[in-house]
């Protein structure tokens, strides 16, 4: 039985513009490390490997995001630009309370919408999705009231 998410993992080329990206969407950053040894290539299946990581929470604690950088190997696809009916194509959901303020905060970092922009599908209950750094997909929600 699964007990919890953790976190997704999203694989970067530069970390710091998506951990600001993620900060402003109201993630907290837990911490910086450098993962590499020969038990994360075996984990992996990437022998030698070494890996900026950053890993970021969110409010309530129970979800999170795990980004890499790829010192070594490099990356060896490029999924960014893919269409959003891709197979194994990613994208993280978050609850907002406001999405249009939300949308305000993360325009500074390049952020993009994507369609015709947030959609009221019911009366209150928005939803939008957005590219932030690096093509990374995001839907925001807010839930009516």
Do not use: K
Not at 44 to 63: K, N
Not at 68 to 86: I, K, M, Q, Y
Request: glycine content about 14%.
């Amino acid at each position: 039985m699964v007990r919890r998410l953790d976190n997704i993992g999203i694989v970067v080329e530069d970390l710091d513009p998506v951990v600001d990206f993620f900060v402003a969407l109201g993630l907290e950053l837990e911490g910086r490390a450098t993962v590499e040894g020969e038990w994360a290539g075996r984990v992996t299946g990437l022998p030698g490997q070494r890996v900026e990581i950053a890993m970021l929470r969110t409010p309530d604690g129970h979800g999170g995001i795990e980004l890499s950088r790829f010192l070594e190997p490099e990356a060896v696809e490029d999924h960014r630009t893919a269409p959003v009916n891709a197979l194994g194509y990613l994208r993280a959901m978050f609850a907002v309370d406001d999405l249009h303020a939300t949308l305000d905060r993360l325009g500074p970092h390049g952020v993009q919408i994507v369609g015709d922009g947030p959609v009221e599908f019911a009366p209150g209950a928005w939803l939008g999705y957005v590219r932030g750094p690096e093509g990374i997909l995001v839907g925001l929600a807010q839930e009516p009231g």
